[in-house]
Structure formats: C-alpha cells, structure tokens
C-alpha cells in the first residue's frame, strides 16, 4: 500500500531512515511527511516501532480535481465507499492544500462529505453521521497542482502520545521529537547520558526505549482496524510479537535527569515509572550547577528554557553564562548537546560548536547544537 507518514519538521530525513529499517520501500522525503510503499505486516508493524511520525495516512485515490464539480464527481467515483463506509459507521473529512478555486478548506471539507454521503444515501437511503471527536474513519484531501489525493488516517491519536506521560513539566518536549534529537547524538548506550534540565524526563525515557527497541502504542485501537481490508490475523501477529518481545535491560549505562522545580521533578519520576524505567534512570532534585559526578566521558543534554514559553530573557543570561563556565570546568571531554530556541541567550554560553541542526520545537525556530567540550 502508499502510505504518507507525517514529521517533526527537520527529522524527515530520520524518519525516512526508520522506516526503510522497518520494511518500508519507495521512500521518498518531503518537508514535513515522507511517503512510502509496504505490505500490511510492515504497515501494522510501524505503528509499534517508528518512534518519529505522528500519524500514518494510507493513500486510496487520487484524481485531477479544478473545482467543486470535479471534486464532488472525484470523490464520488475513485473510491469504493460503499464497500468501506456503512452507514453506521461515523467519520469527520480533513483537508490540507488548495486549487485556485477550492481555496477554503472547511468549505472543500463539506463538498467531499456531501459526495460521500448522497452516495450512502441513493444506495441505503441512509447516511453517516459526522463525528470530530471518535470517529470510524478519518478522511483526508489533500489538493495540490489540480490534483486530489485521498488518504485515511490510521490511528485516532497522534502516534507522539506513547501513554507514558500523563503530567508534563514546563514546555514539554513532543516525545517523537526527543527521539529524533537522540537519534542525531548518535548515543549508542555505551557511555553515560545526562540531561542538566530534564523537565518531565522525556529526553531520558525517549533515549532508553530507542536504545532497547522497545515498542510503542500496543494499547491503542487503530482505526484501520476498520478498513475493508483489515488483516486481523498478520495485525494479531505483529501485535503479540510487540508485546511479547523481550527487553534487555541490562544494556543501560548510566542515565540521570537533574531537575530544580520540585514539583517538575516529582513529575518526571512519575512518568519514569509509567514507562517502568524506575530502576534504570536516577533522578536529581537540585541545580545542575551542584551535580558531581564521576565518569570521565558520556553526552550531556539540555532543553533550557528559551526566555519565549518559559523564563525572561534578560533573566535568564545568568543562567546560560553559569552553565556555560559549570560544563568547562567540569565535563572536559564530553559532549554537550543543547536545544537552543533562543541565539541571543546561547552565545552567552562561550562555547564553540561543532554542528547545528536546523529543527522546529512546538513551532519555535530552533537548532540542536553540538559542543566537544574541552
Ligand atoms: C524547557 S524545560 C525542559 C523540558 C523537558 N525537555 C521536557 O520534555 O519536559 C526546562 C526545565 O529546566 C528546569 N531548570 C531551570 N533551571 C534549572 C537549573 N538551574 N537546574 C536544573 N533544572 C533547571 C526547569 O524547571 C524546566 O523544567
């Protein structure tokens, strides 16, 4: 099957990594999604394992499409709805892109659900009702150059919300795309890792689960389970082998996450213990600046606030400075690697990087930058 899979933006191309590893094949990698060929077995098998897309989308039409007409007609005539669709079943339609004449999504939203719906209708006499919130089936449009592309979304959750999270610190990072920043260290779990402001611990809990393949979202219930074509045994298959599957923890090095809010701190130890990492992650309630540690090389990283969702800049250039001279007293030798939202605050760090990745955090410009600490 075509399937899009959408991205943290920056991280296509990890993602495009992920799920050739996965099976996936015909990849190609756009800003924001990558699109892929697979069978059902690795479709299914992505939703348990890709730890970067947000949500998959399985490609069932597409159609030249210039206006409300063809559009109506398009939808009405490249797809067996009545196959797929019954009545009882609910669903909601999305549209992203434009043409020159179908410009308003929510009106171009309501043109496919009244071809799909008069459709229902001539043949039952009945119809679907439209559901936002827990719906059957998500439909999506997408129009581009004259050209429609009808897809369905596989999952009614973001794939991000692994379960594991219920309380979030200060300007929580998306899990997908604290996987994706550890991906770029390339920590390989031999040495150490420390985040000097782990928030609510995604970093951590991110960075272990990658390293032991952990799978993901065993527990969700999947709208494709309602495809016509919906494979249950092969899906059955995948599924037991993900819950099943054993994990090696005695792979982990040494994790710790210094947090200095409290009640943050607290948080993070419960989402710690949902993700059943207790016993293999230590958790520090202090000012990284007292941390004292005695390994002679590993990664340290950091999320700090920005001075835009979290902190006033003019504040927080103290504690860029502080942690500036704190990491080159020391942590010669190590790696550092910072989210940095903020240019005008990192350079009071006064240390000299080796890379920067261009990544967006919640909608803020930032790059995830690397420094051979000396
Ligand atoms: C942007 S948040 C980190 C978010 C985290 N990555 C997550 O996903 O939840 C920054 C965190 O740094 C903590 N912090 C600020 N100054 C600190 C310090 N001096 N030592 C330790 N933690 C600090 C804040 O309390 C806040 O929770």
């Not at 827990?134 to 150059?145: A, E, G, S, Y």
């Not at 795309?177 to 550890?182: D, H, M, N, P």
């Not at 990284?288 to 979290?310: A, D, M, Q, R, V």
Request: proline share 3%.
């Amino acid at each position: 099957m075509k399937v899009v899979a959408s991205s943290p933006e920056g991280l296509e191309k990890y993602l495009a990594e992920e799920i050739s590893n996965l099976g996936g094949f015909n990849i190609n990698t756009y800003k924001r999604f990558i699109n892929f060929e697979c069978d059902f077995e690795t479709f299914y098998r992505v939703h348990f394992y890709s730890r970067l897309a947000f949500r998959f989308y399985r490609e069932i039409a597409s159609f030249n499409c210039y206006d409300k007409q063809s559009l109506y007609e398009g939808v009405r005539d490249s797809f067996d709805w009545i196959g797929w669709l019954h009545y009882e079943k609910t669903f909601n339609v999305q549209v992203t892109g434009k043409t020159s004449s179908l410009s308003h999504t929510h009106f171009t939203a309501l043109e496919v659900k009244n071809s799909i719906i008069d459709l229902q209708k001539a043949v039952w006499n009945k119809r679907s009702n439209i559901s936002l919130d827990n719906p059957d089936f998500i439909i999506h449009l997408h129009l581009n150059n004259n050209q429609a592309i009808i897809s369905l979304q596989s999952s009614l959750e973001s794939l991000h919300k692994r379960g594991y999270r219920p309380a979030v610190g200060n300007a929580p990072l998306k899990e997908n795309l604290a996987s994706g920043l550890i991906n770029m260290t390339q920590w390989n779990g031999k040495v150490p890792l420390i985040d000097i402001m782990c928030g609510s611990g995604t970093f951590l809990i991110e960075a272990v689960h990658q390293l032991l393949e952990v799978p993901i979202n065993t527990d969700q219930v999947y709208l494709f389970e309602n495809w016509l074509d919906f494979k249950k045994d092969i899906y059955l298959n995948e599924k037991n082998k993900a819950i099943k599957k054993i994990i090696n923890y005695e792979k982990i090095p040494k994790i710790i996450g210094c947090e200095i809010n409290k009640k943050v701190f607290e948080q993070a130890k419960l989402n710690i213990s949902l993700a059943r990492l207790e016993n293999y992650i230590e958790l520090i309630n202090n000012d990284f600046l007292e941390l004292h540690l005695k390994f002679t090389s590993g990664i340290i990283i950091c999320n700090p606030p920005y001075g835009k969702k979290l902190g006033d800049e003019n504040e927080l250039i103290h504690l860029y400075e502080q942690m500036g001279i704190f990491l080159k007293k020391n942590f010669s030798g190590w790696e550092f690697w910072l989210l940095s939202g903020n240019p005008k605050l990192t350079k009071y760090l006064k240390m000299k990087s080796s890379l920067k990745i261009p990544v967006s955090n919640g909608g803020i410009d930032c790059r995830w930058i690397k420094y051979l600490i000396r």
